[in-house]
Structures are given as C-alpha cells and as structure tokens.
C-alpha cells in the first residue's frame, strides 16, 4: 500500500491566492481543520489584479504541474474591480496556451470568498485529482525543446 | 480624554465604540454575549456573513488593540444608571467570558487537554468553548481561560450609549406545522458559504429542492423590520439562479423596500434573470402532497423573512436607564439622537427600525453630538523610531512557532533559526535574540496574520526591524491543519526567505492635510455637518443661497408630528449655530482640482483650500398629488420622503412599490396600489454634475450621487463599508439630498457621518497601503496614463510637470493593480517587486 503511495504522481501546484478572499478562506480551512492534498503551495498577493500573466507562465516554467488564481466573488472585490481584470488576463493566458498546444486547464481562476473555507478544500482536492489524471506537466521541457 | 460606556452588541455600538476610541476617548463596552457578536441576531439577516463576523468585529479588535481605549465587559447586564450627564455612575453585572478572544491564540492545547470544543470562523482562531474551566486554568500557554463568575461593577462616565439588538420575529404567523417552510436564516445556512449544491441545499426529505419560494412580509401587519432584509434576499436568488439555471424561483413581496441606488437594480436584474417576482396582497399558505402551495403557486420550499421582534427586555432597559419609549423603541429629542435623559444616548435598532448604513451612519454621528459633554481628548505625541536600514547585505533570522510546526521537524537553512513555544508570547526573548545576532530580516513561521500577524510585526519592529524586512508564513492554518505536510512547510519558508533576501525597505509615506473643510451646497445636510464641526476646524459653506425647507420630517413620532412652527424654528436655531463658526460665501464652485488633503475651489476671484469636501447640494422637492411614487425614471427609490409626507398631510391615494418603511410601518398611510401623480420628488440639480465632473464621481440616472454603498465606484456594497474607510472615499463625502431622497431624520445621520468622517482626516495620515505602497520609476515612465485608469481609488495622476505618473499616498492601498497595467514597468511596489515573486516561485515548486 505504502509503496503504490509513493510511486503515485505528486503534482505541484502553484496558488496566487489574493489577501482578502482566497487567502481567508484557507485561513478558515486550517481553522477548521479540513484536510486537502500539500500539492498546494500558496503565495499570498494582495489582489488577484497583482497577478501578472508572467508569474503563472513562470510556475509553469520552473517546474509547476498547475496554478490557480483565487479571487473574490465578481462584485466583491476589496479593490472594486480587480477580479475582473484578473478574469480577463487569465482569459487570455488561457488562450495563448491553447493555441501554442498546451494544456489550458493547467491554469485555473477560482473565486472563492473568505467564508468559504470548506469551499477552498473542495476545489483544492477536485483540482489536484484533475492533475493527477492529467499526470506531470510538459511545460517545464520548454526550455530544452526551445529552438526546434 | 472623555469617558463613554455603551451597551449593547449591534453595529452601531460597535462603531460607535470604534470611533470614540479613535477620537481619543476611553471607551468601556459592554458586550451581551459570551464574545463579541455573540448576540448577532438582527444581523444575520443584513448582510453576508462573512461580512458581520469578519470585517466588523476585526475593526472593533484592532482599534482596541491599537488605540488601547476599549474595555469590554462580555455577559453583561445593566443595573443601575445614576448621576447627570456628565457624570454618571453607572452600575452592571458582568461574567467574564470562559474563553478571553482577545488572548486566545488558537493553539488548540485546550482540545488537547480538557474538554473542549472549536467551533470554526472566518478572520481569527475561532470560537472555543471550555466546560470545567477550573481544571483547564494552568493549561492555556496565553491564559485565556477564566473561571466564569459573575460579578458586580461600578464605572464613573460622561456619556451613556445604549444600542440594544432587535430580535428576529417568528414565521408562525404565515406558516404554522408546514414541512417545508423554514426562515430566511436557516434557509441562508443551507446555501451561504457553499453554494448550489444537492449535498447541503436540501427539504427535510432529503430531495433538492427544484422550484423555491421567498416570502417578506414587509407591509403586512405587525410587521417590524430592517431596511435591508430585502437586498439580501434578492441577492442570494440572483446568486442561486446564476449558479443553477434551472431553478424556478419566486419572490412573492406586497411591497419592495429596496433602497438607496444600487438596491433597486437588484430588482429589475431578478427580472432579468428569470426570477419570478410577485406583488401580491394577500398571502395564503398551504401545504399539498409534501409541496407549499403560495398563491397558487406550487413550490418545493419556502423560505421567509421573519422580520424582527422588540424584544421584551427593551422596557427593562428603559426603566434602568431613566428613559422613555415609544412603541417600545426609545424616544429622543427632534433631530437628535440623544433620549429625553440628557446625557443617554441611543443608537442602532434601539432608535427605530433601520439597516446596517444607517447603523453605520449613527454609530459615528453620535460623536459630534456626545462630545458637549466629553472632556476634550488630550494630543498623543508620537515617538518617531529608528529603522536599520539595509538592502544589500541580509541577514535573515527565522523564528519557527512550536505551535504552528507541532512535529514536523523541518530542516531550515537560513542565517539563524529559532524554535520556540509560542512566538507570540515571547517578545522579549526574540527582541535579544534579533539584536544579538546582527539579523536584519526577520521570518516568522506561525500562524494566519489575522490571527496574531500584527503582533508579530510589532515584536519585530520593537527590536528594530522595520515592516518591509518582516515576512510571515501562516504554518499553522496552510500546513499543520491541513494535513502536515512537510515538504510542504519547508517549501512555503524557504520562498518566504527568498524573498526576505530580496527585501528592500519603504519609506511609508504619511499626508499632512490642510486643516478645513469645505461645504458645497445649501442643503439642510450642510447646516448640520457645518454645526458639528462646530468650529473645530475652518469651515467655509459654498452656496448662493440656502435650501428651503422640506416637509419630510421623519419616523419618529415627535418628529413625524411636528408642526410647522416649531420646524421653522428648529431650522433657523440651526442655521444661526451653524453660520456662527463658519464661513459662507456665496456663489457657485466653478472649479475644484486636487485631491484628499489638499483641494481648491475657486468661486468667482476667489480660491479656497481645503482638506476634505462635504457635497450637500440638496434637490429641488415637487409636491403636488397623491400617489407614494416608487422610482421615477432611474433607480432611486422615492417613497421614503414621499410616505412621510403623505403621512403628515393625512394623504388618501395609491402607491406602486413602498408605502412605509421604519417606523410609520406601525401606522402607515392609508394608501392603495394604484397609480398617479406623485405625492412628491425629489429632482436632483444640474448643478450636480458639474461637480461630479470636477471630482471624477459618479452620478445615477436621475442625477443624484451615489456615496456610501459606493464609496468612488463600487459596485457592490460590503465590505468597504465596514474597514477603516475614511480615506477610501477619498476626502469627499455627500450628504443629504444630493445622494437620495430622504427624511431630515436621515439627513442628520448622514450628515453626522460626513461631519465626523471629514473631521477625521484632519490629522496626519499614514498611507493605507503601508508598506505596499506603490511608487513610479520617473525613469521608465512614459506618463501613458494606463495605470491613472487601472487605479480605482484615484491614486494616480500625471504630473503636469514633469508628465509622469505620481501617487498620491493617502490614497493608495496597495492592491498592485498599477503594477499589473503599466507596460514599461516604471509603477512599482517596492515589498512587492517582481524579482521577490519570481524567487517565491522557484522555491515554492522544488
């Protein structure tokens, strides 16, 4: 059983989570104790605004099987407007990914508000079973297959 | 310093509690239940919960901390209030609380240890309960644990604030033994926080309900309740049909009470969105084959508001504190909010029926109006540290929290690691330890920073650490909690002290405003912002002429009755106090430039500065039919004012949407639905958006200014509303009619509040983004103007001179969204620069 375990893929996913929504909200899912996969690595930024399209191209890049961006809900952004051109920038990574033949759904936009601690477990684990299926990203080859 | 003791545990008090304190007066509060909104019913039904049990109470808990002036009592019970205004001896009873919130460290060695239990919350620890507390006392490592004992206290104030909650009504009236009827509440806690989902949105049969019902009574008999119970109701079915389009919903409603702007939309989106929204008269419920039958209308479910209730203990109140009532509300004087004891104030729900903005609004206009008999506040001098300052050569120290990293044995690499129990209980230890080995980079592997985040930033900075150095991984809540893992931990702190290595220090900046405030506008909300500032600082009214004035009194019976003499009356004393300590020229604002601190207004050939900006242009009111007149052609709801002077003229006639509200629901207008010529508007002025060009505002389709549930440009109400926001609305607050039509009741709270607001700024402003402070690289700026518009607070401008981008301090707050826009990377935050971030990731992913 242990063995399996360990030969099963591990990815690595990369969170942006913004401060005052996604961030709360894993806060409320370490208070309330609800377990999900370590594949989570959270970087906590102030707005999902903040994110900029070169941060989750470079998780990719370094090594990351997927990101996630989390925002709040649309209309409850503690800077009015900064999830929706968070929408829009990941709208358009998304595109440019597919059509440079990579996988879109390695990037993925979440709204998930302070309040939704169980919420934030649910998705985490939905997200890493859905890359786990997918297995390890091909992105971090980039580099080396550069040029060809 | 003044001293205030208020009672009781709503948003007003709260606020009111908030903003004495950071006036510089001692408050002592005393909260009803075991911790703070403990006795939340009222408003459950108000706004989202994240909202109520987040923002507020945090407000209330950091002012505490760091202005240091508010005691709470919890459990506590009004005895005795003796004395006069002024000096009052105020007796109570009062239990501390098993569990101290403000100690609590959420370790979780009392569920280890004793018995035990934690009930989970956003922004903190969460709530535990400890039975036995007399054998779990040497256990908790912050002493939070007390042994409950009740006893009696005596305290000597100034200044009395009652604001007691309402009580949430029953639903058995509409719908007594039917299965599948529940309350707005219990309803909201299948839905809130997790979405459309068949696992928890369920009937008591366990089947996912396909086709909802919502019921709110307002307008029917007996019926109490709060101005907003509506918008979140409307809110939530718009939320659910986005989330399952195939849910049929239903509100069934006799009158819509959406107020404000942005409210009434709600209406016409349901509308759009496909939800059915019924206008009925009558109501009947019935129960057939397990389904609720509601006019004909066959539902799964249904949910209903139940409104809210006077509570019994409101006459016991009164008696204690001397005070009269009212149709079991508290009476007080015309236009004020003090009661008929001089020296008792009272606020909130305790007043009339009313929502959270006009909680908010009374929780702050009652300063100006207590201070007569608080003693002035003495000036704090501020001790100005000194900071190491030091980019190049980091030296990165990591304290690791036993309480956040339990057994995971992490293997740390960094220039010095310390491991201790509770971090947060030892200052004086990480103080020697930080100064002893020469760090200059401070990370701190504990738990979520709303939890003892600020603490640990203040340990580092008494040792001499300033904030850009200090770097805070939440262990506890991110790892331990969640599963323990501990590649993980180690993954999280060492990007934490790569970007600790690529620390660079912020000068945070602070503003010195200029000293006065200008008044735009001959509206009776001027007057009284203009009385309150009561000479505290310049004050200069711009209008060519004053208001007449209007006939919507109020709700309040003394109010609502008064005559026309005695309205004239208090309206001359008013205006004569006001003019006494300020200044009117008369004219017109022609131009104003500037911003929060430091405007200019030039009127005719002369050029005023000010500080901050109160806008009370006022509207022109048409009087003429007998029809309560909903909206007119925009969004604006104007039966508020209509109804109380149908009220007061003793109107017959119809009405579409509102026919009461507050108050005058005990005894409305004896009006019909109908149609037909407006009983009276309110016609917003040209002048209006000259003004809102000016300032960069926005108006809404009828003219009138949208303030307060949108602060700037919000879109939605919420969560501004409840920080420390006076900057965010950027030095410029309305008032009175030039917002919405309203009663003089209602201008005076609203004026209150932008009087207070205004006076608030007059001090040294630190920015609000404190370290993440955005900045302009004058060398790659191009002055393109993107992140002029990618900023929602207005923050950034162009220098006319030099032609780049600037930032104005006071304004900022730290969101990066110039950052993000700005194409030639000159826009910036230093604490947050992307080489940091780069770093962070390439750490987090190994």
Redesign the interface.
């Known amino acids: 059983m242990n063995e399996e375990k360990e030969k099963e893929f591990e990815p690595v996913i990369v969170g942006f989570f913004c401060n005052w929504c996604t961030s709360a909200a894993a806060d409320m899912a370490g208070t309330a104790r609800l377990h999900y996969p370590p594949s989570i690595r959270p970087i906590r930024v102030m707005c999902s605004s903040t994110v900029d399209p070169v941060y989750l191209i470079r998780a990719l890049q370094e090594g990351a099987d997927a990101t996630i961006l989390g925002g709040c809900h649309p209309g409850d952004c503690h800077y009015i407007n900064g999830n929706y051109k968070a929408r829009r920038r990941v709208a358009i990574v998304k595109t440019v990914l597919k059509s440079l033949g990579f996988d879109d759904e390695r990037i993925l936009l979440e709204w998930i508000s302070g309040s939704e601690g169980p919420k934030f477990a649910r998705v985490m684990n939905e997200y890493t079973e859905l890359i786990k299926k997918k297995g390890p990203s091909d992105f971090k080859y980039i580099d080396s297959l550069g040029g060809d | 310093m003044g001293k205030v003791l208020i009672y009781g545990t709503s948003l007003a008090s709260y606020r009111a509690a908030v903003n004495f304190a950071r006036a510089g007066h001692k408050v002592i509060l005393l909260n009803r239940g075991e911790f703070l909104w403990h006795k939340k019913e009222q408003l459950q039904y108000e706004n ?3 909202i109520i ?2 923002y507020s109470k945090g407000v209330l808990k950091t002012v505490a901390m760091i202005t240091g002036n508010i005691k709470i009592y919890n459990n506590s019970r009004l005895l005795d209030i003796d004395g006069n205004a002024g000096k009052f001896k105020v007796k109570f009873k009062t239990r501390l609380p098993v569990v101290d919130e403000f100690k609590c460290i ?1 370790c979780d060695i009392c569920l280890e240890k004793c018995n035990a239990k934690h009930i ?7 709530v535990y309960f400890v039975e036995e507390p007399e054998k779990c006392l040497g256990v908790c490592p912050a002493k939070a644990i007390n042994i409950p004992k009740e006893e009696e206290k005596e305290e000597e104030v100034e200044v009395v604030v009652l604001s007691p909650e309402y009580e949430p009504n029953t639903i058995d009236k509409f719908a007594k033994n039917i299965e599948n009827i529940m309350s707005f509440e219990e309803f909201d806690s299948l839905f ?4 459309v989902d068949k696992r928890f949105l369920k009937r008591k049969d366990g089947k996912y309900p396909r086709r909802l019902g919502f019921f709110d009574p307002a307008g029917f008999e007996g019926y109490l309740g709060s101005y907003e119970e509506q918008v979140i109701m409307f809110r939530e079915a718009i939320e659910m049909k986005g989330m399952d389009e195939n849910l049929e919903i239903h509100i069934f409603l006799k009158e819509v009470r959406l107020y404000g702007h942005n409210q009434m939309y709600l209406y016409d989106e349901a509308i759009r969105k496909g939800i059915n929204v019924h206008l009925i008269e009558d109501i009947k419920i019935e129960e057939k084959d397990g389904n609720v039958i509601v006019n004909d209308t066959v539902l799964d479910l249904l949910a209903i508001m139940p409104g809210q209730k006077v509570p019994d203990d409101w006459k016991n109140i009164g008696e204690i504190a001397g005070i009269e009532l009212e149709n079991g509300f508290a009476k007080t004087k015309p236009f004020s909010l003090e009661t008929t004891r001089d020296g008792i104030f009272a606020i909130g729900e305790f007043v009339k029926p009313l929502g959270s903005t006009e909680s908010f609004y009374q929780g702050t206009a009652i300063l100006p109006e207590a201070e007569k008999y608080l003693t002035p506040p003495e000036k704090e001098e501020k001790e100005e540290l000194e900071w190491k300052k030091d980019d190049f050569n980091p030296k990165v120290g990591v304290f690791i929290c036993g309480c956040a990293e339990k057994d995971l044995n992490m293997n740390i690499k960094a220039d010095y690691v310390s491991r201790k129990d509770f971090l947060c209980l030892r200052e004086e230890e990480i103080v020697k330890e930080i100064k002893e080995n020469g760090i200059n980079r401070v990370v701190f592997g504990a738990c ?1 920073p ?1 939890i003892r985040g600020a603490m640990l930033e203040k340990i580092a900075m008494n040792a001499g650490i300033h904030p850009s150095y200090v770097e805070l991984v ?1 262990l ?4 331990t ?3 323990g ?1 501990k ?2 931990g180690e ?2 702190l060492r ?1 934490a002290i790569a970007k600790a290595k690529k620390d660079y220090f912020v000068d945070i900046p602070t503003v010195s405003p200029k000293k006065s405030i200008a008044i735009i506008g001959g509206d009776l909300a001027g007057l009284i912002a203009a009385k309150n500032i009561n000479g505290k600082v310049p004050v200069y009214i711009i209008t060519k002429e004053f208001d007449p004035l209007h006939e919507a009194t109020g709700v309040k019976e003394n109010t609502l009755n008064m005559s026309e003499d005695d309205l004239r009356l208090w309206y001359e004393n008013l205006k004569k106090e006001a003019l006494k300590n300020a200044k009117w020229i008369k004219g017109d604002a022609e131009k104003i430039e500037g911003s929060l601190g430091d405007f200019k207004i030039k009127i005719g050939d002369e050029t005023l500065e000010a500080g901050a900006i109160i806008i009370a242009t006022g509207g022109d009111i048409i009087e003429k039919g007998t029809h309560i007149t909903g909206r007119l052609d925009g969004n604006t709801l104007h039966s508020s004012l209509a109804s109380i002077i149908a009220k007061r003229k003793n109107i017959k006639g119809t009405y579409d949407f509102m026919r009461a509200y507050s108050l005058l629901d005990l005894n409305p207008p004896e009006v019909v639905r109908g149609k037909g010529e407006p009983v009276a508007i309110v016609r917003a002025r040209e002048y209006n958006k000259k003004i809102a060009e000016m300032l960069g505002l926005k108006i809404d389709k009828e003219g009138f200014f949208y303030f307060a549930e949108e602060p ?5 109400r ?3 509303q409840f920080m420390l926001f006076e900057e965010v609305f950027g030095g410029i607050f309305v008032a009175g009619l030039a917002h919405r039509p309203m009663s003089i009741e209602e201008e005076m709270e609203e004026a209150g509040f932008a009087s207070q607001s205004a006076l608030y700024l007059m001090r040294d402003i630190t920015s609000p983004a404190g370290k ?1 402070i955005s900045v302009t690289d004058p060398r790659r700026c191009a002055g393109c103007g993107i992140c002029v518009n ?1 900023c ?1 607070t207005g923050a950034r401008f162009i220098d006319e001179e030099e032609k780049i981008a600037k930032v104005h301090p006071a304004l900022c ?5 110039c ?3 700005c194409p030639s990377g000159a826009a910036k ?1 230093v604490s ?1 620069n ?1 080489d940091g ?2 770093e ?3 750490e ?3």
């Not at chain 2, 707050?813 to 969204?817: H, R, T």
């Open positions: 989202p919960r994240d049990n987040g959420g989970p919350m956003p922004l903190g620890p969460g809130s926080g997790k979405g979520s709303s939440q506890r809540e991110y790892v909690r969640v599963g893992d590649a993980k993954a999280l990007a700037l440009h919000l879109v939605e919420g969560s501004i993440l990618a929602f707050m730290g969101c990066g969204a950052v993000n826009a935050i947050f992307s971030i780069f962070m990731i390439k987090v992913v190994k």
